[in-house]
């Protein structure tokens, strides 16, 4: 028995048949033709479905921002492929500050949920003041 494979569902494009178009998913899947890509984009979010666009690293919601369209979302995230299972999952596009940020923010907390579910006492962090070289003792 084969575990199913996870494949990113979202629009990547429109291919014209003469005065027709199709839209066509990340993964390969494409609507019959249609007069208009907008009737093509919906007939593929409808019939195929699509993946939320949300960062597996954050959990930042880009579809949340309002006005903008499918292409939009593009720049904003990218499809990675996982080479053990052979699926795909979405994560912010370039891996921003922020992104790393949240997911620094999310790692903590997992560790600290994990250690106390075992009963293990996580010690308060603590800050530390580090002198610059531009400090001066005077």
């Given at each position: 028995m084969?575990?199913?494979?996870?494949?990113?569902?979202?629009?990547?494009?429109?291919?014209?048949?003469g005065?027709?178009?199709?839209?066509?998913?990340?993964?390969?899947?494409?609507?019959?033709p249609r007069?208009?890509?907008?009737?093509?984009?919906?007939?593929?979010?409808?019939?195929?479905?699509?993946?939320?666009?949300?960062?597996?690293?954050?959990?930042?919601?880009?579809?949340?921002?309002?006005?903008?369209?499918?292409?939009?979302?593009?720049?904003?995230?990218?499809?990675?492929?996982?080479?053990?299972?052979?699926?795909?999952?979405?994560?912010?596009?370039?891996?921003p500050?922020?992104?790393?940020?949240?997911?620094?923010?999310?790692?903590?907390?997992?560790?600290?949920?994990?250690a106390?579910?075992?009963?293990?006492?996580?010690?308060?962090?603590?800050?530390?003041?580090?002198?610059?070289?531009?400090?001066?003792?005077?």
């Open positions: 084969t575990t199913p494979v996870a494949r990113v569902h979202l629009p990547n494009g429109f291919l014209p048949v005065k027709r178009h199709r839209s066509v998913c990340t993964c390969g899947w494409m609507t019959t007069a208009t890509e907008d009737r093509a984009l919906t007939a593929l979010l409808s019939d195929h479905g699509w993946t939320v666009p949300i960062c597996v690293l954050c959990e930042t919601d880009h579809q949340g921002y309002v006005g903008r369209d499918w292409f939009a979302l593009q720049r904003e995230v990218e499809i990675l492929d996982d080479p053990y299972t052979g699926g795909t999952f979405l994560v912010c596009r370039n891996s500050q922020s992104c790393r940020d949240r997911t620094d923010q999310r790692m903590l907390h997992l560790d600290r949920t994990v106390e579910n075992f009963g293990i006492e996580v010690p308060r962090p603590r800050l530390r003041v580090v002198k610059s070289s531009t400090d001066r003792d005077d």
